[in-house]
């Protein structure tokens, strides 16, 4: 084992590079520093993340693990080819910029109310297959509930997650709420998930005791590099604040994402990967 096994790459901003080639390149140039673990979801880049993913697991899907979750969607799966919609997405930025990004929230978390959400089997099966489709594999490593609580799922879908695992289709179980939503939990209520993955790092405080709380759970750390300042940004601070998890979680996973080959080189350096 050496730290690459315990980093991961977040796949939120694929469909925001120029195109699907920027794409693979991208990911090309992640695999050959190493990392072997990507983390997508169905409503990354409104259904794009996936298929981008999928275009560069092409040959090299038993080298490599994937990450995906069910429980949120988008309304419509991608009905335009991915460099069309790429391209339409570069021109939607040039027009209208991105709002800045809202000041980082370190107070105390609000528990938030019990969910109302009810997921059933027959959305989760449809979920996986297009899941699936969309990634052209028969099977996911690690399947997360996204930004939901295990309250929010049926009997019946539950049921249909442990098939899925016990058949092989689906390796790990996890959840992936923020992690304000896992203070309450019981430990028994997560008998049934292998992961707890969750914002953590210097904007996150309130989630440090996570690990205690839940020790035989498998951690993965996400959104670390929030709060780390733009100046700070350019040098070494986030492959500091990034070794700084993985020290947190020795014998679990951090991910992160970016846009540039550059950045993720300078994070590993940093690192020691
Ligand atoms: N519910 C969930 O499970 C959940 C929620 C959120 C995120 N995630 C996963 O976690 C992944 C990572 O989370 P995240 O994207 O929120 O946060 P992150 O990895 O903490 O931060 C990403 C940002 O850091 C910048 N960055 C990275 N390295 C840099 C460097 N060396 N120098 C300058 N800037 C650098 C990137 O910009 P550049 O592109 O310019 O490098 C990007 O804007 C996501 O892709 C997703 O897969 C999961």
Known sequence: MTVLDHLGFGCVALSTLASPRASRDLLEGVFELGLRHFDTAPIYGRGYSEIL?????????????????????????????????????????????????SPVETSPPIRPPATRRRIGRAELEASFDSSCRALGTDHVDLYLLHEEVPSALEPAA??????????????????????????????ADLAPWNVLQYEFGPAWP?????????????HIFHSCLRGVSPTAASGTEPGRVLAGCLAANPSGRVLFSSTNLAHVRANLRVIGG
């Open 53 to 101: 993913l999928s275009e560069f697991l092409r040959g090299k899907r038993d080298k490599v693990s994937v990450a995906t979750k069910f429980g949120m969607s988008p309304s419509r799966r991608p009905r335009l080819p991915s460099g069309l919609a790429m391209r339409l997405n570069t021109l939607r930025r040039r027009l209208r910029p991105p709002a800045r990004p």
């Open 206 to 218: 309130a989630h440090a005791g996570l690990l205690r709380q839940f020790p035989a759970k498998t």
């Open 158 to 187: 539950v049921d249909f997650l442990q098939e899925l695992r016990a058949s092989n289709r689906v390796r790990q179980l996890g959840l992936a709420a923020n992690g304000s939503r896992y203070l309450d939990l019981e430990p």
